[in-house]
């Protein structure tokens, strides 16, 4: 079994930046991609970025690119998720989950592939 903890939600005025960390421990060969997803109040939760582990390869809601980075440390056991110029809307509840499936491309941006989640930390944007 995996388990994740996020940390480094805030609140942060629009415009600015915020480094989200989900730290990875357990049984870490239960991990062969990360991802990153966000719900804000009322909405469904959305895919953010994903990561291959092995390969290192990322993927990126389309609306996000750009904005977002992800990236990976494995000394640390940590998947980053870099935010810049944030914007009102991207105010969220993010979360970061792990999955073992054997997967191609950008199918880890999907939910369900999924069986390990943190419990997510808050971001706050303020205009």
């Known amino acids: 079994q995996v388990q994740l903890e996020e940390s480094g939600g805030g609140s942060v005025q629009a415009g600015g930046s915020l480094r989200l960390s989900c730290l990875v421990s357990?049984?870490?060969?239960?991990?062969?991609?990360v991802g990153w997803f966000r719900q804000a109040p009322g909405k469904e939760r959305e895919a953010v970025a994903c990561?291959?582990?092995?390969?290192?390869?990322?993927y990126y809601s389309g609306s996000l690119k750009g904005r977002f980075t992800i990236s990976q440390d494995n000394f640390n056991n940590t998947v980053d998720l870099h935010l810049n110029n944030l914007k009102a809307e991207d105010a969220a509840v993010y979360y970061c989950?792990?999955?073992?499936?054997?997967?191609?491309?950008?199918?880890?941006?999907?939910?369900?592939?999924?069986?390990?989640w943190g419990q997510g930390t808050q971001v706050t944007v303020s205009s």
């Open positions: 990561i291959y582990f092995f390969r290192g390869t990322t």
């Open positions: 357990g049984n870490t060969y239960g991990r062969n991609y």
């Open positions: 989950a792990a999955g073992v499936t054997f997967l191609h491309g950008d199918a880890c941006l999907r939910e369900d592939v999924y069986n390990s």
